[in-house]
């Protein structure tokens, strides 16, 4: 069974620029989370998708957003780009979603903003 | 108040036990977990325990919760040098559907 998929896995943008990332998560999982590792700040939650549907959301600025499709592939996308945007996005999918917690992590996607 | 907190370095001899630390602030907890992270790479889902659960072990790690202190640890026996890596304890929260995310410890195994 493939697992997450993440791409690209590496990217470098200007400050000011957007971007937009993908993932497809393992066959038959329906629940797609994002989170966001730092060095600083660690590794904090984004949003998490379930049937096309934003469940929850953490503590972001409205630049950031995503979207889940109906095949539950999701893209996340920051707009207007700050170097404290750099960092190392992680999409995890899950099967019972937003119950035990149970998340599988692809090998993220590494953004540098120059 | 959601916050994990982990000693940031463990250096341990090749064959010895590790014992990795975790504390945690959210007493409605369900489940908490312990990924690891290799260099480069994702996180991957080593093992969970129920917060009704005292004690779990799979193979070599063995989980040990002390609900009353808030108290979770990860014992890895027979430590190798493959086990070298950052391990994340994170506690699950129903309200909000996330996981929160201890800093990390960085386990270094040397032979």
Redesign the interface.
């Given at each position: 069974k493939a697992g997450v998929t993440q791409t690209p896995r590496y990217l470098i943008k200007t400050r000011g620029q957007q971007v937009t990332l993908s993932c497809s998560p393992i066959s038959g999982h329906r629940s797609v989370s994002w989170y966001q590792q730092t060095p600083g700040q660690g590794l904090q939650f984004l949003f998490e998708y379930f049937s096309e549907t934003q469940r929850n959301k953490g503590n972001f600025p409205g630049r950031f957003s995503g979207r889940q499709f109906s095949n539950s592939r999701s893209e996340m996308n920051v707009s207007t780009l700050e170097l404290g945007d750099s960092a190392l996005y992680l999409c995890a999918s899950s099967l019972q979603g937003a119950l035990t917690g149970e998340l599988f992590f692809g090998e993220g996607s590494r953004l540098t903003v120059l | 108040g959601e916050d994990v907190e982990q000693s940031l370095f463990l250096s341990v001899r090749e064959g010895d036990s590790s014992v990795i630390n975790c504390t945690y602030t959210d007493s409605s907890s369900?489940?908490l977990?312990w990924?690891k992270q290799e260099p480069?790479?994702?996180?991957?889902?080593l093992t969970?325990i129920f917060s009704n659960m005292d004690m779990k072990q799979d193979q070599r790690l063995t989980v040990l919760l002390n609900k009353k202190d808030k108290h979770l640890s990860l014992r890895i026996a027979d430590t190798q040098t493959g086990d070298s890596a950052i391990y994340?304890c994170?506690e699950?929260l129903?309200q909000?559907?996330?996981?929160?995310?201890?800093?990390?410890t960085e386990l270094s195994v040397k032979p």
């Open positions: - | 369900t489940y977990y990924y480069g790479a994702g996180l991957q889902l969970y994340f994170a699950w129903n909000g559907g996330k996981l929160i995310f201890g800093q990390g």
